[in-house]
């Protein structure tokens, strides 16, 4: 009885140091796969951010291209409406305040 007593005991002592060595391992395991998985996420976080920042420049490159062209527009719009005539005072509806065709 005592040998069988002991030979239960040390199985059992060998089946729970293998159950713990299965477990330690499987916990390395989940360990370098979420370690893995972090550093994924990170470098897709900073590419994201990268392409977020890119975006960024172009819409302001375009803002300031489109304010850089409308003033251009503007100043040209001020330099013809100089040049262009001034509408007659008094004109009621006649071309250059004249009667034409009228008797």
Do not use: C, D
């Not at 330690?24 to 990268?50: N, P």
Request: no cysteine; glycine share 4%.
């Amino acid at each position: 009885e005592r040998r069988e007593r002991k030979q239960k005991l040390s199985k059992e002592m060998v089946e729970k140091a293998t159950r713990e060595l299965e477990k330690m391992q499987l916990q390395e395991k989940a360990e370098v796969k979420y370690k893995e998985w972090l550093k994924k996420k990170r470098a897709e976080e900073a590419e994201k951010k990268k392409k977020e920042k890119e975006k960024e420049k172009e819409r302001e490159a375009e803002l300031q291209e489109k304010k850089t062209r409308s003033e251009k527009i503007f100043k040209e719009w001020l330099q013809n409406a100089r040049n262009k005539p001034r509408p007659v005072l008094n004109g009621y509806g006649f071309p250059h305040g004249k009667s034409t065709g009228l008797y």
